[in-house]
Nanobody, 124 residues
Framework: QVHIVESGGTLVQAGESLKISCIVA????????MAWYRQSPGNERELVAS???????NYADSVKGRFTITRDNQEDTLYLQMNSLKPGDTAVYYC??????????????????WGQGTQVTVSA
């Protein structure tokens, strides 16, 4: 069963940089497109950046030019380098497959699996 653990989130000041990562277990990491998502209070979870199995990356307009997504298929690890951080980047960041992994709830209905996420807070 898939298991995702994100880490590296912390409190930073606007303009600073931060690199977060996640380790993925229980799946063939190298075979799947992966992505970073984020969710701030009162908002829907949004896709921030994605990377294909062969390394092609795409970014949301709000982070383009500031964030870089990379992957290490030997270590089953996904990274997000965030530069020139803004208060608007404050959110819980999650990594997942793109689209997200589906698991069955207790009633057998499919739902997206999410790890615990990592909190990134950017102060003004």
């Amino acid at each position: 069963q898939v298991h995702i653990v994100e880490s590296g989130g912390t409190l930073v000041q606007a303009g600073e940089s931060l690199k977060i990562s996640c380790i993925v277990a229980g799946t063939i990491f190298s075979a799947y497109d992966m992505a970073w998502y984020r969710q701030s209070p009162g908002n829907e979870r949004e896709l921030v950046a994605s990377i294909g199995a062969r390394g092609a990356a795409n970014y949301a307009d709000s982070v383009k030019g500031r964030f870089t997504i990379t992957r290490d298929n030997q270590e089953d690890t996904l990274y997000l380098q965030m530069n020139s951080l803004k208060p608007g980047d404050t959110a819980v960041y999650y990594c997942n497959e793109d689209p997200p992994v589906l698991i069955a709830d207790p009633q057998g209905h499919p739902r997206a699996y999410w790890g615990q996420g990592t909190q990134v807070t950017v102060s003004a």
